[in-house]
């Protein structure tokens, strides 16, 4: 990250293929990065893991934060 970035805050919506990979990128650029996902067992299980094994199951994950939402429609 350049002296001049700023740390931006981003949400990615969805963990699956695209969604986690975007995270990754923005997360290793020096961005803060937040996932939001379908279910909470899968934020559960990819925060503790650092891991997305049903996508990319040799992509460790940099520290972001995974998070459920239940949204009503």
Known sequence: MHSESKK???????????????????????????ILTRTKKQADTINKQRFNYNYFPNLKLPNLSLEFKRQKY
């Open 8 to 34: 931006t805050k981003l949400a990615v919506i969805g963990a699956g293929s695209w969604g986690t990979v975007l995270a990754y990128l923005l997360a290793n650029n020096g961005h803060d990065v937040k």
